[in-house]
């Protein structure tokens, strides 16, 4: 198990991400494309230094 925020999407393991029902448990379809869209953007910053993906 792991634990995942929802500011930048980390788990509580390192260079781990988590969004969607992994995150929340299952939920809306909706919630889920959010999060991961959400989760790229984080990760995208983290790995690049800057990122240009919406929030």
Known sequence: NVEANDR???TSV???YAA???????????WAIREGRQ????IDEA???T???PR
């Not at 989760?39 to 984080?42: C, E, K, L, V, Y």
């Open 20 to 30: 969607g029902d992994v995150r929340r448990g299952q939920s809306l379809v909706v």
């Open 14 to 16: 390192d260079r781990l």
């Open 8 to 10: 930048d999407y980390r």
């Open 47 to 49: 790995l690049m230094g």
């Open 51 to 53: 990122t240009v993906l």
């Open 39 to 42: 989760a790229a953007r984080s």
